[in-house]
């Protein structure tokens, strides 16, 4: 008897043994969960590319895990701040396609290089550790680029790796490499559009009242956006448009002179000014002195700076506007083309990190301009990060104060399409994330 208790108990200790090596094993195959995070300035369609990202993550459970965002951006991962986004029904995520801004909230934070402050980056992989993520997206533009590369690089050296995908993502359509950004082409469509529209107001008025109306729009070092105002102008609704890029330098006796000969000729005009119009000398325009988070001078008055101009100088009464947060949340008249490549984008970054790509970003590669056929491509973030995509000098007219036939066959197909959101009562029906955050595991973090 005693031998068969002994055999019986032996039996029992190796299949509790068992049960705890199939424990552990399954624990050590548990999928990785995936961090997802938005940051700089948001726009109308950044959320269509996290839709993306999320609904594609959720199709490939058995690979990913959860998806969690960074609260504010990269900052929710550095203070270990993350939203649970499996709370989130599967209606809410599919309505982040038609619901302009950050979802999930953004920032404007650059880590600091690796030399300054090695911490923050240590800090991130500890907090991806302690969570058991092993994807990173990050969308957004040149810094978050440049952030997302750091990380890929420094997650092996620590013996953690991370696959690192950045996702494009800016108005300014200044990244390299992808043909466009997502979210220019609805700000391209907007600024076009409330050009052309602000154009048949001035030319009502300009007999007894305004002569010149002005609009500031974005665009610090590259003139894209500015350049989608020549769009409101076409051979079958012609509108006399100057346009003033951050490619050229700004000639005030110059651009006064074609102020005065166009008013005099139609009897109106409209001026589309860069924030980032500078002098010879290189001073913005509308420099304030002052610096942002980033470090970069802070913009803001070019309109009224021209408007100045032109009375003063012309003696013509004008009215000026700043496009300003209008034209980046507008997703109202948000371009279908840009809502269909942002969402593309966000879905191709996790196919890419489920095929074992890392350090990538997903592009917008043009096939065709008539018809418009463009795929999905990738990039190195070795070559993305910190590098910016400047207007081609034969996109601007020789003159300087607009845009070619090459350009307006390239910003054409950006801003086609319609993709309105649903609305109720005569208002928009955008969806709000409950945003649920998750324990935290680590000690504070300051910033």
């Not at 950044?46 to 900052?75: D, H, L, M, P, Q």
């Not at 203070?79 to 989130?88: A, G, V, Y």
């Not at 007999?207 to 769009?231: D, N, Y």
Request: aromatic residues 8%; proline residues 4%.
């Amino acid at each position: 008897m005693a031998t068969k208790k002994t055999a019986k108990k032996k039996t029992a200790v190796k299949k509790t043994a068992v049960k705890k090596t199939a424990a552990k094993k399954k624990t050590a195959e548990k999928p990785k969960n995936a961090f997802y995070a938005q940051s700089g300035g948001v726009t109308a369609v950044i959320n269509a590319s996290a839709c993306g990202v999320i609904e594609t993550a959720r199709a490939n459970k058995a690979k990913i895990g959860k998806v969690y965002a960074g609260r504010n951006g990269i900052i929710g991962a550095l203070t270990e701040d993350l939203i649970d986004t499996s709370k989130e029904s599967a209606a809410s995520i599919k309505a982040l396609r038609h619901t302009p801004s950050g979802a999930f909230g953004s920032c404007r934070f650059k880590l600091k290089s690796l030399e300054a402050n090695r911490r923050e980056y240590e800090r991130l992989i500890e907090v991806f550790k302690a969570h058991n993520i092993g994807y990173f997206f990050y969308n957004g533009g040149g810094d978050s680029a440049d952030t997302c590369y750091k990380i890929s690089q420094l997650s092996e050296k620590m013996g953690y790796p991370i696959q690192a995908i950045h996702v494009p993502k800016t108005v300014d359509n200044d990244l390299p490499i992808t043909d466009n950004c997502p979210g220019f082409g609805s700000v391209a469509k907007y600024i076009a559009v409330s050009t052309r529209e602000a154009s048949f107001d001035v030319a009502s008025m300009a007999k007894t009242s305004t002569k010149v109306f002005i609009v500031e729009v974005m665009g610090r070092h590259a003139g894209w956006i500015a350049a989608a105002g020549g769009l409101a102008s076409t051979d079958d609704t012609p509108i006399p448009i100057i346009i003033l890029f951050p490619e050229v330098e700004f000639n005030q006796k110059k651009f006064l002179a074609r102020v005065d000969a166009m008013v005099k000729k139609h009897g109106y005009c409209t001026v589309v000014v860069s924030e980032g119009v500078h002098y010879p000398d290189g001073k913005f325009l509308a420099e304030t002195g002052l610096k942002d988070s980033f470090g970069h001078a802070q913009l803001g008055g070019a309109a009224t700076v021209i408007s100045g101009m032109v009375q003063n100088e012309l003696g013509l009464k004008n009215h000026w506007a700043v496009a300003d947060y209008l034209q980046r949340a507008a997703r109202h008249i948000a371009s279908k083309t840009d809502v269909d490549m942002a969402y593309a984008m966000g879905k191709a970054a996790v196919q890419f990190a489920l095929k074992g790509h890392n350090s990538i970003m997903p592009t917008v590669d043009r096939i065709s301009n008539k018809p418009f056929k463009w795929k999905v491509g990738m990039a190195p973030l070795s070559k993305v990060a910190n590098v910016e995509k400047m207007m081609p000098k034969n996109f601007i007219t020789t003159d300087g104060y607009g845009i070619t036939k090459k350009c307006r066959e390239y910003l054409e197909p950006l801003i086609k399409g319609e993709d309105y959101p649903p609305y109720k009562n005569g208002m928009p029906q955008y969806v709000r994330m409950k945003n649920v955050g998750i324990k935290q595991k680590l000690p504070k973090f300051e910033l």
